[in-house]
Every structure is written in C-alpha cells, then in structure tokens.
C-alpha cells in the first residue's frame, strides 16, 4: 500500500527523488519496493542509514512548528481522518513550483 502510493505521489507531483526515513526505513522489503518504484518512473531511492531509521518525534515537531508559523493551529480535539489522500490535504507553508 505505501509503494502504490508513493507511486502515485511520483506520478503526480514529477518528482525524481525518494527519501525513506523512520521507522518504515528499516524494512527491507518495503526498501526493495521503493526501489523498483523509483526505477519505473526513472527516479532516485534515498534510505537513510540504519542509524536513523528509529521513529523520530523531532520530524513531528518540525512539521508542527512549520504549521503554526504558517497560522494553523489545532485543538486537542483534533480529527484524524486515516483516508486523506496526500493531494486532498492543504499544505500552506509549501509554495508551489512550476
């Protein structure tokens, strides 16, 4: 399920480059997956060595820090909806590039 959809990130975005990080990082079959992904849409699979691929709350902090400067804030209350899909969700600290 991860490497049908990150296929299909690479397919709609027109990125070249994977990076594989976490815990996921260590699995070396999801590794061999994202490889042979990268090779269909003449793309490049970066893994992060095996000393990074512990579950980092630095990345969750990084990217919560990134939200509240951009103005968003969330209540404990928050709602997790399992099924977004990654172009349904609203990214407003990134800007597009043509």
């Not at 090779?39 to 990134?66: E, P």
Request: proline share 2%.
């Amino acid at each position: 399920m991860l490497a049908e959809a990150v296929e299909r990130s690479l397919a709609y975005t027109g990125k070249k480059e994977i990076l594989l990080t976490g815990g996921v990082a260590a699995n070396r079959t999801l590794k061999d997956k994202l490889e042979c992904v990268a090779k269909m849409h003449d793309a490049i699979c970066h893994v992060v060595g095996s000393a990074y691929t512990g579950d980092c709350g630095a990345q969750i902090a990084w990217t919560a820090m990134l939200a509240l400067q951009a103005g968003l804030a969330t209540s404990v209350d928050a709602l997790v909806k399992p099924k977004w899909r990654f172009e349904d969700v609203d990214i407003p600290w990134r800007k597009e590039v043509s």
